[in-house]
């Protein structure tokens, strides 16, 4: 809930509650989890609906990696009747439900342009500008102020485009793969993709079955799992064996039982890294590809691999081992980054790349009443153990003090 304010060209909405900036699944996983406790929330998201990421800049083949019990949100499972792997449609159609079910109403086309902790009165001060293309001219301005801050922007806000030697001299299209929604406007082109990680592999893929000819330019060492193994998920069959095993020997046992699968990758030119799936995922944050065909694709030749670009030409592009392709289309499967460091200000609870500078599972609460949401590493299963923590921490606060208005009365809104 938040109380309006008109203080000259900027208005001041006074939160009754947390402020939550992100209305995609981590976002709403905490909205959620709050309502459960009786604490009201406001969410504000920049686009004009929930769950951009999978509505606006995901393909249109995409379905969830892991089996849909492990990507639930907390409070609400998912329908009986959807496959165990959801489709892109089915899992943005679960996230309307949940928000409907708990009656979440994010405030859309608002951008987070600053937020600072207020020491004097012990609030948040957190700026937006209201409307989508707010930064084109005229604009509307609004401050909130707010007891709670939880960060949900996530780890993937923004789009990561390395930078080229030769780009402007190339003259052909050069796109992130959060624009490509299908292989039907490429059949027949020479397609560069360039990355190794789940979203490069299916984005290949779905160019195949387009009779487009893909080359997937493989810089860094990389995991390649089965999908299902022995007819069980590879996700599923890894957690059940952490009950009981180390992560090394768990490791060991799904590069044992992926090398019985799939074979020796690492003749294709698909460098496995020198520590395991798992402990990878732990330390660096690095996915494992969960494998849906590409890989045979790769075996027949249909999918080329690649080394580094070295540079860019006229139509073509040189790799670092001296071959020279000719390219019609670039897709850059380069992935995303955090963006907090471009507005959360005056706190070091994040690092450098924008992440809590303490590790899972301690990385969701800092201080002067800050969370962070979706920054675990972990997928969906990780935002919503992340989301349970913070409602409740917050909801014991609130039950103690059911009214924060001694507080919020000692802030005004600065021009």
């Known amino acids: ?15 009754n509650g947390p402020l939550i900036v992100g209305a995609g699944p981590s976002g709403l996983a905490v909205g959620a989890c709050l309502k459960e406790h009786g604490v009201p929330s406001v969410i504000l998201e920049r686009s004009n609906f ?3 990421l999978w509505q606006s800049r995901a393909y249109d083949r995409l379905k969830l990696h892991l089996p849909k019990q492990f990507c639930q949100l907390p409070k609400l499972p998912f329908p009986e009747d959807f496959p165990k792997y959801p489709s892109k449609n089915q899992f943005v159609d679960y996230l309307e439900s949940y928000a409907a079910h708990f009656q979440l109403n994010p405030r859309f086309e608002e951008t987070v342009v600053s937020a600072k902790h207020d020491n004097t009165c012990g609030m948040w001060r957190v700026r937006t500008c209201v409307g989508r293309h707010w930064s084109r001219g005229r604009r509307t301005e609004v401050e909130y102020i707010c007891q709670w801050l939880v960060v949900a922007t996530g780890e993937n806000a923004e789009r990561v485009v390395p930078e080229m030697e030769g780009s402007e001299e190339f003259g052909r299209q050069v796109m992130h793969a959060s624009d490509y ?4 406007a490429y059949r027949g082109r020479r397609v560069l993709v360039v990355g190794c990680g789940n979203s490069a592999m299916e984005v290949c893929l779905d160019l195949c079955h387009h009779n487009a000819f893909p080359t997937m330019v493989v810089r860094d060492a ?11 998920s590879t996700f599923e069959l890894a957690v059940s064996l952490m009950k009981w095993l180390p992560v090394k020997m768990v490791d060991k046992v799904l590069l044992i039982s992926s090398w019985m699968m799939l074979g020796n990758v690492e003749k294709y030119g698909l460098r496995r890294p020198s520590l395991g799936p798992l402990e990878l995922k732990n330390t660096q944050g690095k996915t494992p590809v969960l494998d849906i065909g590409a890989l045979q694709k790769i075996k027949t030749g249909e999918i080329r691999v690649v080394p580094g670009i070295k540079r860019l030409m006229h139509g073509r592009a040189e790799l670092v081992d001296g071959r020279i392709l000719d390219v019609d289309s670039i897709i850059l499967a380069t992935g995303y980054h955090s963006n907090v460091h471009s507005w959360l200000q005056g706190t070091e609870f994040f690092n450098k790349d924008g992440f809590p500078s303490q590790a899972f599972p301690d990385g969701w609460k800092g201080g002067s009443g800050l969370y962070a949401v979706g920054f675990t590493r972990r997928g969906l299963s990780g935002a ?14 609130w039950k103690e ?3 924060q208005a001694t507080h919020i009365t000692a802030c005004t809104c600065t021009s």
């Open 50 to 52: 929930i769950a951009s």
């Open 222 to 232: 990389v995991h390649v799992l089965p999908r299902e193994t022995f007819g069980r």
């Open 401 to 403: 003090e059911t009214r």
């Open 181 to 184: 929604r299908s292989g039907e």
């Open 384 to 397: 919503s153990m992340d989301a349970v923590k913070i409602a409740e921490d917050i909801g014991r606060v």
């Open 1 to 15: 809930m938040a109380h309006f304010a008109d203080h000259g060209k900027r208005r001041c909405r006074w939160v």
